[in-house]
């Protein structure tokens, strides 16, 4: 072996294949592996390139399932690779043709080189033989040797690919190259490198690579965008054009005035970002969300000077048979070709009529001055009136200052007097109060702070009420109501708000010292709009179209009724409007057309039409989740006749939230799948009209008994209860089950109580082991609450829920971050402990009203807690029997695991790229970077009582000897000693 070259030394180094040569040699069977290797014939003749390509993606993807990469580290497919190299190459096509110097390429997270290998087959496609000279670095070792090594077989010089982590240490600093190209780590954080991020970006500032600001610590991408920048070839050297590869994130991420913001402006002042085109889902071996290819360019042409190219491709793709990871969708040829043409058309390389491309799904051109935008904060003057209540005084009562104020006693007897009335104005109530303060004995002059701490407490906001000002006479705002806008960069600030905000609330104003300058690419579909008003009016959110048409101008157009909602696809499918003076509204493709409880998102190719229904344009993103918002929120509030407020509050982020939007289309998906599935599973009964009555008869009794089969089996889809017994944690679902199957009213309340502590201790069980990975240790800190009493309570558990949460982001478990939020299962945890203590259920036998009406409230709440916690069912809990060895680096799993309310342990056996330790209990998600320890917290013990083995979660810790006692779900317990 050191007989090769240095560069095949190197890359078999990087394998470590001379410490593999010798495990196997030491193991005997270095000679087999070496003689099955012999005997396979894998000449071209036998294997061709195509297959050979496909089988090595397949290892590749093996290979990456393997290794430790967090998720946000990746592998482009083949057909992502071949679509940024056409995109990259393909408006220079022409120019590629012609024989010269060959062409400079760079890929600064070049992986196992496969944007390599796809420039190289674009240009054997259009007859160009000249090799490129590739350079790319790469941070992980195999991969970089994998990268070499395939070079190598290519025949090709494979020293250009250097080792290493591009961001801290560029190894090519100081080159540039004609096309670049890259798929960097999507969301990965930086925190890593960043001391030596930002001393470059300090001390060298656009003499370097980072000059245009730093993007948040959480997401290295836009870091890359600057890197391949700096590589470029200047333009007075040629120029150059790159492509990359990046998740929605880096569209809008960041607010005005942000790194991520600041760095999207300088590239487009530079007039550097030439296009972006958004992909189907599921493209990634290890990522479902959508992705977009931003083309970059130093050298446009005078058509796409101060233009940003837009296409939107989701729809191009072919869904796999069989999912591979993630990735459930693929790119043909055909796609690819059909992408790329749109794109060319859009960059004036071609025209339509050249490549006969139809203008469905064409690509837009974008002002780029478009994208930057001024946010500015709207203010409403805070108005309120004034009231006294018990909770009021008890309000003021409890405040620090009071215990340092010597006579609070009279004071508060003072507000006590006035309880129960109500002031229109401030000067109103302090009357009244100095009042009273004066039958107290006390002065008027009391404290400025007590001042403003009852004016404070007996304030209540009022939409009609007085205008409070400071002391100078100023105008106070409302914290409450304030949020941001963006306004177009060109516009006055002040008279926008007036025309676009002020006519619904005519007393908002503009901050004007809040004013920043942002920038931000439009998401799919990339049609611009007006600017975005946080959450907002719907009035400023979507525009209604209305307006009065005379009998002529209904001639010929056609009139979209509430009926046609369902079953018009396009224009042409409705009915002429009849001669009529009643109000119409003009409507078209990507208009929401319908009224409460029956809303829907006009297709793009739908067509002009009148309608008498409500029609709202939006101004953002494509419309869906403002449509999917209306829809669920008119059924809430009033059923199928309410009517939505045109002053409703919208959630304007999530209508402008590509990656949302995506949701809801991945969401329709699925409901289209489960509609033509089960539409086919019982038969038509009269599909033969011929047959007799006798036969129809059969036909409709099998159909009737498979009808109440299938009517049980999609029981538990409507059922949270049900769908807990069958996906939860055992611990879980087994209550969940008792509960279901109780018959009494006093077991119904019974299994709900336990239920919703099961809740509460399973979530805190996870809490406390992330608490104890954390500190690797089962400190004294974290026992001390397990020592009191006779063991965990309800509240024991809540505690080490809040306590983690309140830490900040959870890598190790993210689901658990949203614990605390105000819908999160924090807060219903805590109104069913308060229902829990309040409840008689031990200390007498209650009559049948009495658990009637604590049944008929505590039902919702469990169910909506465990609606909460949908992402447990997401959660394996396994037993970890044997982590075995493989040979080739990676070890196997064997052991058991307990999946629903069954009470058998189902076996398992899955490749692992590191080792665990065995008999014991891990927990991991589909979010969670690693397995999570559950010991020594949870075990699977045989419980003596019931002769079989039991998942037994800690109960009580002994404070004399440290002793721990665990509780199976039989409330049996298994004595301990140590951890």
């Not at 959660?875 to 196997?892: E, K, P, Q, R, S």
């Amino acid at each position: 072996m050191q007989g090769f070259p240095a560069e095949v030394v190197d890359v078999l180094d990087s394998f470590e294949f001379p410490y593999t040569v010798r495990h196997l040699a030491n193991a005997r069977v270095l000679r087999q592996v070496v003689t099955r290797f012999a005997e396979l014939d894998l000449s071209p003749a036998t294997v061709s390139d195509q297959e050979m390509g496909r089988e090595y993606e397949e290892l590749v993807r093996r290979f990456t399932e393997a290794s430790p990469e967090s998720a946000a580290e990746h592998t482009s497919p083949q057909d992502v690779s071949a679509l940024t190299a056409r995109l990259l190459l393909g408006p220079d096509a022409s120019a590629l043709i012609a024989p010269g110097p060959s062409i400079t390429v760079y890929d600064p997270c070049c992986g196992t080189g496969g944007m390599f290998s796809a420039v190289e087959g674009f240009l054997r496609e259009v007859g160009n033989s000249a090799v490129p000279l590739v350079s790319g670095q790469e941070i992980n070792p195999e991969t970089y040797a994998t990268a070499r090594s395939l070079r190598m077989m290519r025949g090709a010089d494979p020293t250009g690919i250097l080792h290493g982590d591009v961001l801290s240490d560029d190894r090519h600093r100081g080159e540039t190259f004609d096309y670049l190209l890259a798929a960097p780590p999507n969301g990965l954080a930086w925190k890593r490198q960043h001391d030596e991020v930002a001393r470059e970006a300090a001390e060298l500032g656009f003499e370097g690579r980072f000059g245009a600001g730093l993007p948040r610590i959480s997401d290295s991408s836009l870091l890359f965008v600057q890197h391949l920048v700096a590589h470029m070839r200047p333009t007075d050297m040629g120029g150059a054009r790159a492509a990359i590869v990046f998740t929605g994130s880096s569209l809008q991420s960041g607010g005005a005035g942000s790194g991520d913001s600041e760095i999207r402006r300088w590239l487009v002042d530079n007039d550097l970002l030439e296009g972006v085109v958004a992909l189907p889902t599921h493209l990634l071996w290890n990522i479902s969300i959508p992705m977009y290819v931003w083309l970059l360019s130093n050298r446009k042409s005078t058509q796409l000077q101060g233009k940003v190219v837009a296409l939107d491709a989701r729809r191009h793709s072919a869904t796999l048979r069989r999912p591979l990871d993630r990735k459930r969708h693929y790119l043909t040829d055909q796609h690819i070709r059909e992408i790329v043409e749109r794109y060319e058309v859009a960059c004036g390389v071609t025209s339509e009529g050249d490549r006969g491309v139809d203008t469905e799904g064409a690509a837009l051109l974008l002002d780029a001055d478009d994208l930057v935008y001024q946010e500015v904060t709207i203010e409403w003057p805070l108005r309120q009136h004034f009231a006294v209540s018990a909770d009021v005084v008890a309000d003021v009562e409890s405040s620090r200052m009071m215990t340092r104020f010597d006579q609070a006693p009279a004071l508060l007897r003072a507000l006590r007097e006035l309880t129960g009335e109500t002031w229109p104005t401030w000067a109103a109530f302090e009357g009244a109060f100095s009042t009273a303060l004066k039958n107290a004995g006390l002065s008027t002059e009391l404290p400025r702070s007590l001042w403003d701490r009852v004016r404070k407490a007996v304030a209540v906001s009022d939409a009609g009420g007085e205008v409070q000002v400071d002391s100078r006479g100023r105008t106070l705002p409302d914290p409450e109501l304030a949020h941001t806008v963006r306004v177009p960069l060109g516009q006055d600030v002040e008279e926008f708000v007036q025309r676009e905000i002020a006519p619904e609330p005519p007393d908002a104003r503009p901050d004007m010292r809040s004013i920043k300058i942002g920038c931000a690419l439009p998401q799919a579909p990339f049609i611009i709009g007006g600017p975005g008003t946080g959450f907002g009016p719907l009035a400023t959110v979507a525009r209604r179209v209305r307006r009065w048409l005379s009998q002529g101008a209904t001639e010929g157009m056609p009139l979209l009724s509430g009926s046609d909602l369902q079953i018009a696809a396009t224009a042409a499918d409705l009915s002429e409007a009849p001669e009529t003076a009643q109000a119409l509204a003009v409507c078209t493709g990507g208009d929401v057309v319908g009224l409460a409880g029956n809303w829907r998102l006009l297709p793009a190719d739908f067509g002009d039409a009148v309608t008498r229904l409500t029609v709202l344009r939006p101004l953002g993103n494509s419309g869906r989740a403002l449509c999917e918002w209306l829809r669920t929120r008119a059924g809430e509030e009033g059923g199928l006749h309410a009517r939505v407020s045109m002053n409703s509050q919208v959630p304007v982020e999530l209508i402008k939230d590509a990656e949302f939007n995506s949701l809801l289309l991945d969401l329709d998906a699925g409901k289209e799948a489960l509609a033509r599935t089960t539409s086919r599973i019982l038969p038509n009964v009269f599909r033969d009209p011929q047959a007799g009555l006798d036969e129809m008869r059969r036909t409709a009794k099998a159909s009737a008994y498979e009808a109440r089969i299938i009517g049980e089996l999609v029981q538990p889809l409507g059922d949270p209860v049900w769908r807990a017994e069958w996906s939860y944690p055992y611990h879980m679902a087994a209550l969940a089950r008792q509960y279901r199957i109780a018959t009494t009213l006093a077991q119904r309340k019974d299994a709900l109580l336990k239920l919703a502590e099961s809740v509460a201790r399973c979530v805190g069980v996870l809490a406390l082991a992330v608490r104890i990975h954390r500190r690797q240790s089962f400190e004294d800190a974290l026992r001390g609450p397990f020592k009191k009493g006779g063991g965990a309570t309800f509240w024991t558990w809540q505690s080490q829920i809040s306590d983690l949460v309140k830490d900040g982001p959870i890598p190790e478990l993210p689901e658990l971050e949203g614990a605390l939020d105000p819908d999160g299962v924090f807060s219903l945890l805590n109104q069913l402990r308060g229902m829990r203590n309040d409840s008689s259920h031990a200390s007498r036998v209650q009559p049948e009203h009495e658990l009637e009406r604590e049944v008929q409230a505590l039902e919702p709440v469990v169910v909506a807690t465990l609606e909460s916690v949908g992402w447990l069912s997401g959660l394996h809990w396994d037993l970890v029997d044997t982590c075995a060895y493989t040979g080739n680096g990676g070890f196997t799993l064997i052991g058991r695991r307990l999946r629903g309310s069954h009470p058998d342990w189902e076996t398992f056996e899955r490749p692992y790229p590191g080792t665990l330790d065995p008999n014991r209990i891990y927990v991991q998600g589909p979010s969670s970077a690693e397995p999570l320890a559950l010991w020594p917290i949870a075990r699977a013990e045989v419980c003596t009582e019931c002769d079989a083995r039991e998942l037994f979660l800690l109960h009580r810790i002994t404070r004399e000897n440290g002793a721990i006692t665990s509780r199976c779900g039989r409330d049996h317990e298994l004595p301990r000693h140590g951890a």
